[in-house]
């Protein structure tokens, strides 16, 4: 079932850990969606969580969330001018 609540769109799980930073992103007025994607385990085990910008695409931002050995991959949706704002943003949340 697809759906959103608000900008967030809630097709696939969200990690725990990063639920309170897609709701502080999504106050960013120049986002259009956020939609949480494919998350890959591995059976290692760590704490450790880092936010990562990976790359732009025309209409999209790609961050990579991970706890530990486990990666949700989030698309960002935003227009083409917006991007390098939209990314700045971001990154000062982190």
């Keep these: 079932m697809k759906y959103f609540k608000w900008k967030i769109k809630k097709e696939h799980h969200i990690l725990k850990e990063f639920k309170k930073f897609l709701e502080e992103i999504e106050k960013i007025e120049q ?10 385990r591995q059976q290692k085990w760590s704490s450790k969580q880092v936010i990562s910008f990976s790359y732009f695409t025309s209409s999209w931002l790609k961050f990579n969330l991970k706890k530990g050995s486990t990666v949700q991959e989030l ?16 990154l000062e949340l982190i």
Excluded: A, G, L, Y
Excluded at 31 to 40: D, M
Excluded at 75 to 90: G, L, P, R, T, W
């Design 31 to 40: 986002i259009q969606k956020i939609i949480p994607w494919r998350i890959s």
């Design 75 to 90: 698309f960002v949706v935003c227009n083409e001018k917006d991007k390098n704002i939209v990314k700045e943003k971001i």
